[in-house]
Nanobody
Framework: QVHLAESGGGVVQAGGSLRLSCAAS????????MAWFRQAPGKEREFVAA????????DYAESIKDRFTISKGSAQDTMHLQMDSLEPEDTAVYYC???????????????WGQGTQVTVSS
């Protein structure tokens, strides 16, 4: 079992920045990879960004790839999502997710955190 804990959500004005963090614990060795999904009100959950345990591979949704940056944290099995130039359309609950298989990670990951609210005001 893998446990995920998100932090860093909040309220920000359009054009501002936020940094989300996630820490994984439990059975993360050797190949667990991590990703962010988000769900806006009235919409389906969507993939945002992903990163491997080593940090050597990343993937982004087209809608955010020029504004968001995913990175490996300094502590093992942690990651961050730096969100810049935020838009009201980025308002959503952001979920930290994890899986051992990359194709499953970006579509339907096995493990999910509780989520953290990000609200961007216009």
């Amino acid at each position: 079992q893998v446990h995920l804990a998100e932090s860093g959500g909040g309220v920000v004005q359009a054009g501002g920045s936020l940094r989300l963090s996630c820490a994984a614990s439990g059975r993360t060795f050797p190949r667990i990879a991590m990703a962010w999904f988000r769900q806006a009100p009235g919409k389906e959950r969507e993939f945002v960004a992903a990163i491997t345990r080593s940090g050597g591979w990343t993937d982004y949704a087209e809608s955010i790839k020029d504004r968001f940056t995913i990175s490996k944290g300094s502590a093992q099995d942690t990651m961050h999502l730096q969100m810049d130039s935020l838009e009201p359309e980025d308002t959503a609950v952001y979920y930290c997710t994890a899986d051992e298989k990359l194709d499953r990670l970006t579509r339907n990951p096995t493990y999910w955190g509780q989520g953290t609210q990000v609200t961007v005001s216009s």
